[in-house]
């Protein structure tokens, strides 16, 4: 392994396939542009790697800047997961409807609860309304950056909500709903990196939602 390869390897650490190989096509340009110079200034072969190496600067540093700006393996492979996750959706009519059922199933189930007085009414009401939301997102008109941006707002303000209104005066009693939205939140941070990386022209729809 020369000591270029050593630097790649350390330099494009937890970056996607495809970053890894634009990473490798730009240093390599890099590199022999260098390696040449040295060489023209009268530099043996050995010393001329050695500098041009060295020109690349910290590959720790760099690794560091390209995951800013490039995909990581874990980005690249939720935008895989979630490309299968839509396809499986809509290329199944009965899984469509049974997504789109369950959030009034449990909307009905709540409205049955409250002519009994029962406390779980609030709390599946705001459940119903919470996924419902989720469940839907995948088959509305959200294909641009607007729309995606306002779905979002609507979004966080409906799983808040559904929070304060399951929670009611008892927050404590229903403090396990507030680590339910962690995941989500989650997500939502790996979607922002993704979208300030990949062209807009590039994003499917669930990088919208």
């Not at 200034?41 to 050995?46: K, V």
């Not at 700006?69 to 935008?79: F, I, N, P, Q, R």
Request: some cysteine; aromatic content about 12%; charged content about 20%.
């Amino acid at each position: 392994m020369t000591a270029l390869d050593i630097w790649l390897k350390q330099a494009t650490r937890h970056l996607s396939k495809d970053s890894v190989a634009q990473v490798r096509s730009e240093i390599q340009e890099h590199y022999d542009s260098a390696r040449d110079a040295a060489i023209q200034n009268g530099a043996t072969a050995d010393e001329a790697d050695r500098l041009a190496v060295r020109d690349l600067g910290n590959a720790k540093k760099a690794n560091r800047q390209y995951r800013e700006v490039l995909l990581t393996s874990a980005e690249a492979k939720m935008l895989r997961e979630g490309n299968w996750e839509a396809r499986a959706v809509c290329s199944r009519p009965w899984l469509k409807r049974m997504l789109l059922a369950m959030p009034l199933a449990v909307l009905l189930t709540a409205a049955t609860l409250f002519f009994t007085g029962s406390t779980l009414a609030w709390p599946l009401l705001g459940g119903g309304i919470g996924i419902g939301i989720l469940f839907a997102a995948p088959f509305l008109p959200i294909y641009t950056p607007f729309r995606g941006r306002v779905f979002r707002v609507v979004k966080w303000i409906v799983l808040l909500g559904m929070f304060g209104m399951a929670s009611g005066q008892d927050s404590q009693k229903w403090l396990w709903l507030g680590f339910s939205f962690l995941w989500p939140a989650w997500i939502e941070l790996k979607r922002i990196s993704i979208r300030r990386k990949l062209p807009v022209a590039d994003w499917p729809q669930h990088l919208y939602l």
